[in-house]
């Protein structure tokens, strides 16, 4: 796959994420071939595309989350800030922690709101005031002003949206560069999808994130990049078909496959 | 098959008409019926051996005995408390008073020998009834002739002295001896008396006793197992019961028995000195006392503390094992060769029967490894003494055979946290033993637990394999350190039921009723556990 | 908001790819190591303990059978067990075991397999409330428990139905009913998680055919379980075999000898169930009770029963599990 070059438009320029060659195997199963795609520092990459395509599994490779699979194999390479991840010396943790992750369903953990955000910082060593930094951080998701009389209620207490905010809080307390988002809205109703799509666009600011929707519109409404990603039908394995700035993709796609998609014809 | 239309034609096809439809249908409802009463039956069957099974048990804990005492408590604290010398033999207590004027032998009639010379008798109490006593008194002697039933009866307190009966007898302490071949007789005469009971002696009163009933052999071999002076009251009380009391079970009725036969119990009851009472095998006393080789005053209080003791080590060993070995299967292991290879090997060990891993335990708990579990590494025995028979290899053993059901629920309970809670954990960039720590072992904890109490409760009961690592057959000391030796509470069922006499299969059931009460107590936390951690589950 | 919060914490820029590759090596985690060492022993334990068993069992079968008294072919063939006069042939003790099993099997295999198809086939909610938790109170009880119920309640009943001269006191019959009553909840747990497994469905399909129940679950449910109910019927048979305190009350205590298969089989002899006869288990277990000393012929005797014992438990359970394997890669 030719990767679709973007010109001057990445302010403070870069790509926080250049992934190369990705193949991914599920034991037998050839579940992604040979993807190379590039992140663009800061900006909002959308990966969409019929479901079983690999665009999860690709996200996944992202921050080696495929790596608590045990049946999981990956090939190529994906360097962030010029380093190979899957490099022999490179610790997953240290990974997951600059490469956060959002997940489909909110999956806050059975503790308390302020837990929830504080047990990232605690287990990498924070020992700076925490109560600031979790106020801090449920300002950022616009969480705070809901939740700062019940700080000490479950988090499991709170709305789906809610609870994907605190999500969404949790992932950046520990202060990653990019934010993993697997299909953050499809479990929540229209406003608070509404809600998160306006928070990515809000921290897109600071950081890289890279999100998974299997809807369009979203993608449309909220990224500045694009990846259309589609399945072969005889081998079922994923494949990447065209990245390029949102805008070109939806207005003018380079092949015909990312057309059909876009336009309804196809999955 | 009225719903086809052309039925000319279905029924030219070979369906059932007419006589022959309803008769089809009539079979296949008698069949119909012949099957659901099948199943109907084989669950009643179910429930029916349940009940069986503790009716069995509860009708043979309680019901008549009979029981004959060589020495009533009665009579133990009268000899305990008065003059009286409990002399077998006539001659001995003839020598006795020989050559004191003012003493007396009192005997049963006919027990009385040819008068000796210088001697007469006094008819004591009338001389037709059962409790017809005659005094042998010296010629020499004045004022005996008066003796009668009731001044007989107030002499008995101690301290007497000759003139506290009538004043104008000599203040001369009462030398007196009683000669009684037939307990009954005596028995009933001392019933009549206002005595204390034998619960209440103290313990230097019980240690008199037992001095005067026991030969000097037998004491010394009690001092040596533990000096008399320092055993307790309890356990003194224990020996006076057991070697003094000699209580001997004459009939044992079951409690269906007791209800529907009351003929032949009291056709029992009338054999002289017997008691008929409606027993509990199972009472306090049961459970804190001793074992005994008399079935009427044996408890199970070695069984049960060597039960505890041995379950402890138990849990000690192979909770935190297995439920380590779990968290390694679910949380870290990658299915590699390795992880296979223990998954496919913990399903076989837990299929594997118990008497197999006594075998195992024989092997390398009790002769292997002697040094540890003796306690002969440490110091606790010297090493020509040593035995692995122990406590601890108990405990090993019955934790190796517990370990694969306990990793099994350990597993099974760790699958059930959600694979989100974990994905949440890491994609924070937590290592895995923080994953686990913070988030698997709490939310599985509860589970983990009650699979856990579950397998214990299993090894509560286990008999097989400590009776292949050699379980002591009789001990009545208390266990007091991993290293000692042990029995268990199924183990003293086995044997009890293993006995052919009647009574020792009543507190075998009075035994079995601890064991599954113990096993309904465990259970119910488990369960009680369960309850509480599905509700509180956020 | 513009600033990200704590941001004074996030180290390091862009473009500098050694010191990211710095930040992002691996890391010493002493504890982490440490922690997996310890689980990964826990794991090992379990192997430990097989090796353990199958190492000291061969080792004590293989010095039984290295003893000049001993043969082999003997051992395998003959129908007399009398360590007093050095026979060792392993069929009495084989059979009483194979005695018990099948007669346990006998009553267990229908009846569990019945309560199995009212548990998972007509109970509502209420029965199935009362009728699990009895069969788990069943499943629970200690076997010497068992054992005292074959002693005292079951050879008594025996011994009035076919006669006191019929039935001795020990017999094999006895204890092999009350094994029945003991895998019962194997049985039937297992028989109605397997039935359960058949897909609605298959249920379906035969009902609107105009099958009642009983013909649905009798004629379609069971046979498509069958497999599963297979494997619980060879578990309950391992357990069986396996089970020791139940046939030490109950069956007897010394082995029923024969002089030879013409005796044994000949009048049927061998098959009186109704006779004392101990089984491999029940062998063990009494003389290890005594007084036995160590190295005796008698002490390695019993690690030859036991090998076979275990090789036999072991086969069955390896081949319930392929069964029970091959069931479920037909539903899944």
């Known amino acids: 796959m030719v990767v679709s070059h973007v010109n001057g438009t990445t302010a403070g320029g870069g790509y926080a994420l250049t992934a190369s060659h990705l193949q991914v195997w599920y034991g037998d199963f050839h579940a992604v071939s040979d993807v190379s795609l590039e992140v663009p520092t800061h900006r909002i990459t959308a990966m969409i595309g019929p479901s079983g395509c690999g665009k999860s599994t690709i996200l996944r490779t992202f921050n080696r989350m495929n790596d608590l699979v045990d049946t999981a194999r990956v090939e190529g390479s994906v360097h962030y800030r010029g380093v190979d991840i899957y490099g022999p010396d490179v610790d997953p943790v240290e990974v997951r922690r600059r490469i956060g992750m959002v997940f489909q369903k909110p999956n806050p953990f059975p503790k308390s709101i302020f837990e929830n955000v504080a047990w990232g910082p605690r287990i990498h060593g924070f020992k700076g005031d925490m109560e600031q930094l979790v106020e801090a951080c449920l300002r950022r998701v616009v969480l705070w002003d809901e939740v700062k009389d019940k700080l000490n209620q479950s988090g499991l207490s709170l709305s789906g949206g809610q609870q994907q905010r605190l999500c969404i809080a949790r992932a950046i307390a520990v202060q990653p560069d990019i934010v993993l988002m697997d299909e953050p809205c499809s479990a929540l109703d229209p406003i608070a999808t509404l809600h998160i799509e306006e928070l990515m666009r809000d921290l897109a600011a600071q950081y890289t994130i890279v999100v998974v929707t299997h809807n369009m519109q979203q993608a449309a409404r909220v990224s500045d990049y694009t990846a259309f990603f589609s399945v072969i039908p005889e081998t079922r394995t994923g494949e990447l078909v065209e990245v390029g700035p949102t805008d070109r993709i939806f207005d003018s796609p380079e092949e015909p496959r990312t057309n059909d998609y876009i336009t309804g014809r196809f999955g | 098959m009225g719903v086809f239309a052309d039925k000319a034609t279905a029924g030219a096809a070979g369906w059932p008409e007419g006589a022959e439809e309803a008769s089809h249908t009539r079979r296949r409802r008698s069949r119909g019926w012949a099957w659901r009463v099948a199943i109907r039956c084989s669950t009643v069957f179910g429930l029916l051996v349940l009940t069986t099974l503790l009716y069995n048990v509860v009708n043979s804990t309680w019901g008549y005995v009979v029981v004959r005492d060589q020495l009533s408590d009665q009579l133990i604290v009268l000899l305990e408390r008065s003059h009286i010398t409990h002399a077998e033999r006539r001659v001995d207590a003839l020598k006795e008073v020989a050559g004191n004027p003012n003493a007396v032998v009192v005997l049963t009639p006919n027990l009385v020998p040819a008068v000796p010379d210088g001697y007469r008798t006094v008819p004591i109490g009338d001389q037709h009834a059962k409790l017809a006593l005659i005094a042998l008194v010296s010629e020499d002697n004045e004022f005996l002739l008066e003796l009668d039933e009731t001044l007989l009866l107030k002499l008995l307190p101690e301290g007497s002295r000759w003139s506290d009966l009538v004043s104008s007898w000599p203040a001369e302490s009462v030398s007196l001896v009683l000669v009684v071949d037939e307990d009954g007789i005596l028995s009933r005469w001392a019933a009549r008396q206002d005595l204390p009971t034998l619960d209440s002696l103290g313990a230097a009163e019980l240690l008199s006793v037992l001095e005067t009933h026991l030969s000097a052999g037998l004491i010394r071999r009690y001092g040596r197992d533990e000096p008399m002076a320092e055993r307790s009251r309890a356990n003194l009380l224990s020996l006076v019961e057991e070697r003094v009391k000699e209580p001997e079970v004459l009939a044992t009725f079951n409690l269906r028995e007791s209800l529907v036969q009351p003929a032949e119990i009291k056709a029992f009851a009338d054999v002289e000195g017997a008691v008929a009472s409606f027993h509990s095998w199972l009472t306090p006393g049961f459970l804190v006392r001793p074992q005994s080789a008399n079935a009427a005053i044996s408890g199970i209080r070695t069984a049960l503390l060597g039960s505890l003791w041995v379950i402890a080590i138990t849990i000690c060993f192979s909770v935190p094992l297995g439920i380590g070995a779990a968290i390694y299967l679910e949380e870290f292991s990658t299915r590699n060769w390795f992880g296979r290879i223990v998954e496919t090997n913990i399903n076989n060990l837990a299929g594997v029967p118990s008497i197999i891993y006594g075998m195992l335990g024989l092997v390398i708990f009790v002769r292997a490894l002697t040094q540890i579990t003796s306690g002969s590494l440490f110091g606790t025995v010297s090493a020509d003494e040593a035995s692995g028979r122990t406590i601890l290899s108990a405990g090993l053993t019955l934790g190796l055979l517990i370990l694969p059901v306990i990793i099994i629920n350990g597993q099974e309970a760790i699958r059930a946290v959600p694979d989100s809670l974990r994905e949440a954990a890491y994609g924070v960039g937590c290592t895995r033993w923080q994953c686990v720590r913070w988030h698997v072992l709490p939310m599985a904890v509860p589970a983990i637990l009650t699979g856990a109490i579950l397998a214990v409760s299993r090894a509560l009961g286990e008999t097989a394999p400590l009776v292949v690592i050699g379980a002591a057959t009789f001990i009545s000391v208390d266990p007091t350190s991993p290293f000692a030796k042990f029995t268990v509470l199924p183990i003293q069922i086995y044997q009890w039921t293993a006995r052919p006499q009647a009574e020792f299969r009543n507190i075998a059931a009075a035994a079995i009723l601890v064991l599954l009460a113990l096993l309904l107590v465990t259970n119910a936390t488990a369960v009680l556990l369960r309850n509480r951690a599905e509700s509180q589950r956020m | ?332």
Not at chain 3, 306 to 321: A, H, P
């Open chain 3, 1 to 332: 908001m513009s600033v990200k919060p704590g941001a004074e914490l996030l180290t390091g820029g862009l473009g500098m790819e050694v010191g990211v590759r710095k930040e992002l090596a691996r890391r010493r985690r002493p504890f982490e190591q440490f922690m997996h060492g310890a689980l990964w022993l826990c794991g090992a334990i379990s192997i430990l303990t097989t090796i353990g068993i199958v190492y000291m069992l061969g080792q004590e079968a293989l010095l039984f059978f290295r003893r000049p008294e001993v043969r082999l072919t003997e051992f395998l063939t003959s129908w007399t067990w009398q360590p007093q006069t050095l026979q060792f042939g392993i069929w009495p003790l084989v059979n009483a075991t194979m005695g018990a099993s099948l007669i346990a099997m006998a009553l267990a295999l229908p009846l569990g397999l019945l309560i199995a198809i009212y548990l998972s086939e007509y109970a509502d909610a209420r029965a199935r409330r009362i009728l699990k938790p009895v069969l788990e109170v069943l499943a629970g009880i200690p076997t010497v428990v068992y054992g005292y119920f074959a002693l005292t309640f079951v050879t008594p009943i025996l011994r009035n139905l076919f006669g006191i001269e019929v039935v001795e006191i020990f017999n094999i019959a006895s204890a092999g009913l009350v094994i029945g009553v003991l895998v019962l909840p194997t049985v039937t747990s297992m028989s109605e998680d397997a039935l359960r497994a058949v897909p609605v469905a298959l249920r379906e399909a035969a009902v609107g055919l105009g099958a009642t129940r009983l013909e649905t679950s009798v004629r379609v449910v069971v046979p498509a379980a069958l497999s599963g109910i297979s494997a619980a019927f060879i578990v309950a048979m391992s357990r069986a075999v396996g089970e020791t305190m139940i046939v030490a009350v109950a069956a007897g205590a010394g082995p029923r000898n024969f002089a030879g298969w013409g005796e044994a089989l000949g009048g049927l002899k061998a098959l009186n169930l109704f006779q004392s006869a101990e089984t491999m288990t029940g062998h063990i277990v009494r003389i290890s009770g005594g007084d036995i000393s160590y190295d005796s012929l008698d002490y390695d005797s019993l690690f030859a029963i036991g090998l076979l014992l275990f090789l036999m438990t072991l086969g069955l359970n390896i081949f319930s599990r392929a069964i029970a394997r091959r069931f479920r890669e037909r539903y899944d």
